[in-house]
């Protein structure tokens, strides 16, 4: 009996380019068991299609170990590793356009899987009866594929995928064409079709609604898992053996290190950083942060340099960077994935530290500071917003907002009002009192935002904040990154592949040239 039917371990892939070197995997890692679902998220270029390709065996590793129900298919040959998956892989791809041969009647793509593997007639009209009865499309199955709707299109193809009965179903953007309405109706038959037959699937997608149908969540993030969340995992608050659940998100955009002192209110716990001096007898209340309050900080990187392991070797991301951020403007980190902006973020913010070089806040280096210290930089200056941000879905807009300022030490009045100010900024009042979960993905990405613009004081640090929105949504957020810098004093530093948000950049910064 197979544990595992899927098991990555330090798998790296690298692509040639004509610029370089470009790794699309960094020591991804990952598990899957039987009759489980696995939804992978992540923004454009987080190696989440080249993830799918590796498991498939359309791709092979540069390095690690691919494991797929039980065979090394990192080392095998092409054809080996086409046979595993022609027996017992499923794919179903994202453009629903080109999904289903255009010639053939929707019930015929059904059943071609079935007729290629030499499966008889009379059991090829029962097995794709089931399938288009599963899928509540018994009414369409004679149109051919221009007659359908791109929800219909990509259910048929769904059905075709899993016709053979695979024992591994993999989905690359399933919903990334369709509207609401035909990316709900998929969503809802992976869910069927992998609890009637056992399937073990992996979906990749931008689309955090995916995550509902999941037994298991995984944020990738520069083709490394960044994040994992069990289904249901956000409401877990006390643990089987009586420890408190708080997500590092929250913890980091808090400024909580590794100690915390806990109270109990009569509206639940409340959690303050605890601080390394003593603790003054009283905490004074703070009024809404006006523009005098900060000063916009000042950023300066001096011969950085930050690598990773890749097998036996190490590679930098980072090798001898400096720069000097310009105090009170937007700064825009560009390059291609992997050249290492979001590690450069993370530096400046103080959530990794540089293998050597130094890095300068406010003209005081950051290695003079540890981790405590660190968090405490953040809790009073910085505002930050990383590509996955995960605002809590069962809080409300506003409460997302207002925990973390509780936190940072605001009284409960100032707070909301911090909260109601930035969420007006990102046009968000109307939704202010509902729960995260009911929002789409962009609005939560814009509740993520105002979250790092209300708590920021000097530093806005944002990474990738347009990815989830839309055209007209990104503009604005690109155009009130830099009124936070003009008007509010903030020195932004924004790592982003959008040109709306590289126009309104005062300054570039690009990495990997």
């Given at each position: 009996m197979?544990?595992?039917?899927?098991?990555?371990?330090?798998?790296?892939?690298?692509?040639?380019?004509?610029?370089?070197?470009?790794?699309?995997l960094?020591?991804?890692?990952?598990?899957?068991a039987?009759r489980?679902?696995?939804?992978?998220?992540?923004?454009?270029?987080?190696?989440?299609?080249?993830?799918?390709?590796?498991?498939?065996?359309?791709?092979?590793?540069?390095?690690?170990v691919?494991?797929?129900?039980?065979?090394?298919?990192?080392?095998?040959?092409?054809?080996?590793?086409?046979?595993?998956?022609?027996?017992?892989?499923?794919?179903?791809?994202?453009?629903?356009?080109t999904?289903?041969?255009?010639?053939?009647?929707?019930?015929?793509?059904?059943?071609?899987?079935?007729?290629?593997?030499?499966?008889?007639?009379?059991?090829?009209?029962?097995?794709?009866?089931?399938?288009?009865?599963?899928?509540?499309?018994?009414?369409?199955?004679?149109?051919?594929?221009?007659?359908?709707?791109?929800?219909?299109?990509?259910?048929?193809?769904?059905?075709?995928?899993?016709?053979?009965?695979?024992?591994?179903?993999?989905?690359?953007?399933?919903?990334?064409?369709?509207?609401?309405?035909?990316?709900?109706?998929?969503?809802?038959?992976?869910?069927?079709?992998?609890?009637?037959?056992?399937?073990?699937?992996?979906?990749?997608?931008?689309?955090?609604?995916?995550?509902?149908?999941?037994?298991?969540?995984?944020?990738?993030?520069?083709?490394?898992?960044?994040?994992?969340?069990?289904?249901?995992?956000?409401?877990?608050v006390?643990?089987?053996?009586?420890?408190?659940?708080?997500?590092?998100?929250?913890?980091?955009?808090?400024?909580?290190?590794?100690?915390?002192?806990?109270?109990?209110?009569?509206?639940?716990?409340?959690?303050?950083?605890?601080?390394?001096?003593?603790?003054?007898?009283?905490?004074?209340?703070?009024?809404?942060?006006?523009?005098?309050?900060?000063?916009?900080?000042?950023?300066?990187?001096?011969?950085?340099?930050?690598?990773?392991?890749?097998?036996?070797?190490?590679?930098?991301?980072?090798?001898?960077?400096?720069?000097?951020?310009?105090?009170?403007?937007?700064?825009?980190?560009?390059?291609?994935?992997?050249?290492?902006?979001?590690?450069?973020?993370?530096?400046?913010?103080?959530l990794?530290?540089?293998?050597?070089?130094?890095?300068?806040?406010?003209?005081?280096?950051?290695?003079?500071?540890?981790?405590?210290?660190?968090?405490?930089?953040?809790?009073?200056?910085?505002?930050?917003?990383?590509?996955?941000?995960?605002?809590v879905?069962?809080?409300?807009?506003?409460?997302?907002?207002?925990?973390?300022?509780?936190?940072?030490?605001?009284?409960?009045?100032?707070?909301?009002e911090?909260?109601?100010?930035?969420?007006?900024?990102?046009?968000?009042?109307?939704?202010?009192?509902?729960?995260?979960?009911?929002?789409?993905?962009?609005?939560?990405?814009?509740?993520?935002?105002?979250?790092?613009?209300?708590?920021?004081?000097?530093?806005?640090?944002?990474?990738?904040?347009?990815?989830?929105?839309?055209?007209?949504?990104?503009?604005?957020?690109?155009?009130?990154?830099?009124?936070?810098?003009?008007?509010?004093?903030?020195?932004?530093?924004?790592?982003?592949?959008?040109?709306?948000?590289?126009?309104?950049?005062?300054?570039?910064?690009?990495?990997?040239?």
């Open positions: 197979i544990d595992r039917v899927v098991e990555l371990r330090e798998v790296f892939c690298v692509h040639r380019t004509n610029e370089g070197d470009a790794a699309a960094q020591g991804a890692q990952l598990e899957l039987e489980e679902v696995l939804c992978v998220l992540g923004p454009s270029g987080a190696g989440k299609s080249t993830l799918l390709r590796v498991i498939a065996g359309i791709q092979t590793p540069s390095a690690g691919v494991s797929v129900l039980g065979w090394d298919v990192g080392r095998m040959g092409a054809r080996a590793r086409a046979r595993v998956r022609h027996q017992h892989v499923g794919l179903l791809g994202q453009h629903a356009e999904a289903l041969p255009p010639a053939l009647a929707a019930r015929d793509a059904v059943a071609l899987p079935l007729a290629l593997r030499g499966v008889q007639r009379r059991a090829r009209r029962a097995r794709v009866d089931e399938l288009l009865e599963a899928a509540e499309l018994e009414q369409r199955a004679d149109a051919l594929p221009s007659e359908l709707s791109g929800g219909e299109r990509q259910r048929f193809a769904l059905c075709a995928a899993v016709a053979h009965r695979p024992a591994l179903l993999l989905a690359d953007e399933p919903t990334g064409e369709l509207d609401d309405r035909g990316a709900q109706s998929v969503r809802a038959l992976i869910a069927e079709l992998a609890h009637r037959h056992g399937t073990s699937v992996i979906i990749v997608s931008h689309d955090s609604a995916i995550s509902a149908i999941a037994d298991r969540t995984l944020h990738m993030r520069d083709g490394r898992v960044a994040q994992e969340r069990r289904h249901g995992a956000k409401a877990l006390i643990g089987r053996d009586g420890w408190l659940q708080v997500p590092s998100a929250l913890l980091t955009e808090a400024g909580i290190s590794r100690r915390a002192h806990v109270r109990l209110t009569p509206g639940g716990l409340m959690l303050t950083p605890a601080r390394t001096g003593p603790e003054p007898a009283t905490q004074p209340s703070r009024e809404p942060a006006t523009r005098e309050h900060w000063s916009p900080a000042r950023v300066e990187l001096r011969s950085l340099t930050r690598g990773y392991r890749q097998g036996r070797s190490r590679r930098r991301v980072l090798d001898g960077l400096g720069h000097a951020f310009p105090p009170g403007a937007v700064t825009v980190v560009t390059g291609r994935s992997g050249t290492g902006k979001t590690t450069l973020l993370r530096l400046i913010a103080g990794d530290r540089p293998d050597s070089g130094q890095l300068r806040i406010d003209d005081r280096p950051l290695d003079e500071r540890d981790d405590e210290q660190l968090a405490e930089l953040r809790r009073e200056r910085v505002g930050y917003l990383p590509q996955e941000p995960a605002p879905g069962f809080l409300t807009v506003t409460e997302n907002i207002v925990l973390v300022l509780r936190v940072r030490g605001w009284d409960a009045v100032a707070a909301r911090r909260a109601a100010v930035a969420l007006s900024r990102v046009g968000l009042t109307a939704r202010a009192e509902q729960r995260v979960e009911r929002l789409s993905a962009g609005e939560a990405q814009r509740v993520a935002l105002a979250r790092a613009l209300a708590s920021a004081r000097g530093l806005l640090i944002v990474d990738e904040p347009t990815s989830r929105l839309d055209e007209s949504h990104a503009a604005a957020a690109a155009e009130l990154l830099a009124t936070a810098a003009r008007e509010d004093g903030q020195t932004v530093i924004c790592a982003t592949h959008d040109p709306a948000v590289v126009a309104r950049a005062t300054h570039r910064l690009a990495l990997g040239q």
